[in-house]
T-cell receptor, first 113, second 117 residues
Framework: AQSVAQPEDQVNVAEGNPLTVKCTYSVSGNPYLFWYVQYPNRGLQFLLKYITGDNLVKGSYGFEAEFNKSQTSFHLKKPSALVSDSALYFCAVRDTNAGKSTFGDGTTLTVKP | DGGITQSPKYLFRKEGQNVTLSCEQNLNHDAMYWYRQDPGQGLRLIYYSQIVNDFQKGDIAEGYSVSREKKESFPLTVTSAQKNPTAFYLC????????????????FGEGSWLTVV
C-alpha cells in the first residue's frame, strides 16, 4: 500500500521569506513523487516531479523540492515567497508497483505582504 | 489549445436524480481519471480508465458510474444511490496508466461543482 502525509494544514509566511511545505510518503517499492498547486475554484496544476536521479528537483514558478530517501520526505521549497504563491498545495506519490497515484490532504499556503 | 475540458462548471441535482458530468481531452492520453474533492479531505479516486472500453473502480466508486467509449471522453454519472454527492469533481488524464511507465504526470481539468438542492 502507498500513502502520503502533509502534516501541516496551513503554512503562513511573509513575502520575501523562504517557504517550505512538507510531505512524507510510504511505499513498498520506489516512489514517484509529485507536487501540484490549486487556486480557488480551479483544477490542480502540475509543479514538479521526482522520478530518479538528482535529489533536488526544480519546477515551475521558482519552486523546488528535495527527495530524501532516508527520511521518506519530499518537501516543497521556494527561496523567496510571493503573495501570488498563496494557494492549496498537494503532494502525490505513486509506487512503481502501483497503477494509480495517492494524493495528500493538501496544505494551504498563505503569503502575507 | 490542448487540455481537459469539464462541463458544466456548476450543476444542481435534485433528490433522486441522476446527473452526468462531461470530461473531454484532446491530449491523446490513454488514461483518464475522476476524483472527488471535499474540504479538508484531499482528492479521492472514483474511477479510472487505462484504455478505451475498460475502466476500474477507485476508492469511492459506490453511487457513481462511468463509460469510456471514446479515447477522448470519460463521462461520470452521479446516480441517486450516491447519498452525499455535493462536492467538487475533477477529471484528469495521463499519457498512459501503465504502471511500468515511470513518472506519468496527471493533468487536471478545471473541475465541476455539484450541489444537491
Amino acid at each position: 500500500a502507498q500513502s502520503v502525509a502533509q502534516p501541516e494544514d496551513q503554512v503562513n509566511v511573509a513575502e520575501g521569506n523562504p517557504l517550505t511545505v512538507k510531505c512524507t510518503y510510504s511505499v513498498s517499492g520506489n516512489p514517484y513523487l509529485f507536487w501540484y498547486v490549486q487556486y480557488p475554484n480551479r483544477g490542480l496544476q502540475f509543479l514538479l516531479k521526482y522520478i530518479t536521479g538528482d535529489n533536488l528537483v526544480k519546477g515551475s514558478y521558482g519552486f523546488e523540492a528535495e527527495f530524501n530517501k532516508s527520511q521518506t520526505s519530499f518537501h516543497l521549497k521556494k527561496p523567496s515567497a510571493l503573495v501570488s504563491d498563496s494557494a492549496l498545495y498537494f503532494c502525490a506519490v505513486r509506487d512503481t508497483n502501483a497503477g494509480k497515484s495517492t494524493f495528500g490532504d493538501g496544505t494551504t499556503l498563505t503569503v502575507k505582504p | 489549445d490542448g487540455g481537459i475540458t469539464q462541463s458544466p462548471k456548476y450543476l444542481f441535482r435534485k433528490e433522486g436524480q441522476n446527473v452526468t458530468l462531461s470530461c473531454e481531452q484532446n491530449l491523446n492520453h490513454d488514461a483518464m481519471y475522476w476524483y472527488r474533492q471535499d474540504p479538508g479531505q484531499g482528492l479521492r479516486l472514483i474511477y479510472y480508465s487505462q484504455i478505451v472500453n475498460d475502466f476500474q473502480k477507485g476508492d469511492i466508486a459506490e453511487g457513481y458510474s462511468v463509460s469510456r467509449e471514446k479515447k477522448e471522453s470519460f463521462p461520470l454519472t452521479v446516480t441517486s444511490a450516491q447519498k452525499n454527492p455535493t462536492a467538487f469533481y475533477l477529471c484528469a488524464s495521463s499519457i498512459t496508466g501503465d504502471r511500468t511507465v515511470s513518472g506519468n504526470t496527471i493533468y487536471f481539468g478545471e473541475g465541476s461543482w455539484l450541489t444537491v438542492v
